[in-house]
C-alpha cells in the first residue's frame, strides 16, 4: 500500500529461496529467486528462478 501499486504489480528478486522468493508470493508479490549457476538446484520448488538479474529484468517486462 505504501508503494501505491497493488501487491501483484510489485516484482522482487533474492538468493533466499524462502525469504526472497516463497514468503512474498503469499502475499500476492511477484517473487523470483535468484538462483546463480553452481548452487545446488535440488529443491523441487516451483517459483520462478532467474540466474542473473539481467534475467529477472527480461522476465518482469514479460510480465507487465
Known sequence: RALGHPLNQVAMVGDSL??????PRGFGVQAYWLHREGQD???NVSVPQVASLHQFVVAVTRTA
Open 18 to 23: 524462502h525469504y526472497d522468493a516463497i514468503a
Open 41 to 43: 538446484s535440488s529443491s
